[in-house]
């Protein structure tokens, strides 16, 4: 009895010690997170086609992943890289003539309240928007700089992890200290949630946005390829989504004297773009599975947190993740109560 508690002791202290050390590193490298993250969310999306490169095709496995990073560049990053700049673009004009932009933002607040007697905007509500302008500049040069640090060391890792497929599952699959009916469905379902998060929240977001476009277009929207992209990055936002932009323009127009092409896009909105998202996540739930709204909400708030814009994606994953582990720990370790009476 005594040799088995000092056994257990000993198990305990050192996982103790482990724990302790990730928790170091963990703080220490915690802004390289979203980095690793976008890494093994690359990985296991392009992981088959590596596989079947160099195992059937006989590529050379650095050429394959000097390949695969390539396009996922192109098909992924540049995309949105792009988005970005435009929207970066007009903060930074908007700031830059921020006295401009503030008197249309009256003029616009006098006109909405004129035709609704709605007042949006109070001059304490304005006096606190001015301000936060000035703010907007600087935050964004920071989050430009951290975003490319977060590519930097996510091409770096997703390298590594190409390269090395096959033995790093072997590794991991070794040493993952439970069944191996667990630590397979571990693999599966962990595939699917970060394809489900990783391609399903985006994909239906620029499928928003595209539908969103074409009624920009039908209703003589200024910028229509502006209002596409903000529209793309509120459509991966819960519960609000893509109204985040075209009900505001709708009630725009309408008090600025464009009275049917305020009408107009708000019947869009309602009736073709929020139908589009329930389609466009119908369809997809099918393909590559669907994500719990609670998840999405709650993932948003907690991934925007911790890691910025890219927590919209992230967020999800890891609170779809945390509930996977629960339901494997069950498995695992627990015993239900109708088990035991069914063998009684």
Known sequence: MSVIDNQRLKQISFLLLIVLLAALLFSELYTFFPGFLGAVTLYIIARKLMFRLVEERNWNKSLAAATLM???????????????????????????????MMNSIRSANYR??????????????LQKLQEYLTTVVPALLGATFNTLTAIAILYFILYFMLVNGRELEARLYEYIPLKDENVLRLGNEFRKLVIANAVGIPLIAVIQGIISLIGYFIFGVAEPFFWFAVTCFTAMLPVVGAAAVYVPMGIYM?????????????????????????ISR????KKIGDVHPLITVFGVLIGVNLFGFIGLIFGPLLISMFILLLEIYTNEFLTKKREVLVKR
Do not use: C
């Open 70 to 100: 390539f396009l996922s560049f192109i098909i992924v990053l540049l995309p949105f890289g792009l988005l970005i700049n435009m929207l970066t673009d007009k903060i930074v004009y908007a700031v830059s003539h921020s006295s401009e």
């Open 112 to 125: 909405i309240y004129t035709a609704t007697k709605i007042d949006l905007l109070s001059q304490v509500r």
């Open 254 to 278: 309408i008090a600025a004297g464009n009275t049917w092409q305020g009408i107009g896009i708000l019947i869009y909105g309602f009736a073709v773009v929020g139908t589009s998202d329930n």
């Open 282 to 285: 119908f369809m997809l739930a």
